[in-house]
């Protein structure tokens, strides 16, 4: 059974940093990309960022670019996004998500939240 | 900068049919954008249902299909049960690594 457990979420300031982590179970994990993908509160999904098995490609959305960093460890089977020079509006619930086919997202962890305020 | 339309909110009838929509702001949606389809109750995390426009996801009932239904993407469900009451996703590849989600659509099933 796939499972995805994020950590590290927290209230943090703006301007501040935070990283998230995702522990991966059930599958080989370095053979497929993963995804971060955030929900604000009662708002919709939006996606964060991509990387692929090996780290060779990652993608970023335009509001996250050059603030964010995705990377991730195989040996230890897992996903983090550093988060740096935070804004109220990254205030979210982050999921990680495996890459399926079709480019879809086919597992999704439970989401850790993060709350951006002074 | 492209965005991608959902019904805000639905409503269907216990037994019912209800088709949601996923758009482009500009343009047609084809099987060229991957769309594919999420189910969020509130407080859980998306269940994936539909990907690559038609396929099901493992262990995702029949009454839920995916198609391009004229310019857009589109999510049928049959015979709607009171647990098909939930958010609806699309999300569309638009190329060069850059995925885009609709803004979700709230089904009511009364």
């Known amino acids: 059974e796939v499972q995805l457990v994020e950590s590290g979420g927290g209230l943090v300031q703006p301007g501040g940093s935070l990283r998230l982590s995702c522990a991966a179970s059930g599958i080989t994990f370095s053979t497929y990309s993963m995804n971060w993908v955030r929900q604000a509160p009662g708002k919709g999904l939006e996606w964060v960022s991509f990387i692929s098995g090996s780290s060779t490609t990652t993608y970023y959305a335009d509001s996250v670019k050059g603030r964010f960093t995705i990377s991730r460890d195989n040996a230890k089977s897992s996903l983090y996004l550093q988060m740096n020079s935070l804004r109220a509006e990254d205030t979210a619930v982050y999921y990680c998500?495996?890459?399926?086919?079709?480019?879809?997202?086919?597992?999704w962890g439970q989401g850790t939240l993060v709350t951006v305020s002074s | 900068q492209t965005v991608v339309t959902q019904e805000p909110s639905f409503s269907v009838s216990p037994g019912g049919t209800v088709t949601l929509t996923c758009g482009l702001s500009?343009?047609?949606?084809?099987?060229?954008?991957?769309p594919s389809w999420y189910q969020q109750t509130p407080g859980q995390a998306p269940r994936t249902l539909i990907y690559?426009?038609?396929t099901r996801s493992s262990g995702v009932p029949d009454r839920f299909s995916g198609s391009i239904l004229g310019n857009k993407a589109a999510l049928t469900i049959t015979g709607a049960q009171a647990d098909d009451e939930s958010d609806y996703y699309c999300v569309l590849y638009m190329g060069s690594g850059l995925w885009v989600f609709g803004g979700g659509t709230k089904l009511t099933v009364l």
């Open positions: 690559n426009t038609n």
């Open positions: 500009s343009g047609s949606v084809s099987t060229s954008y991957y």
């Open positions: 998500a495996k890459y399926g086919s079709g480019k879809s997202f086919d597992y």
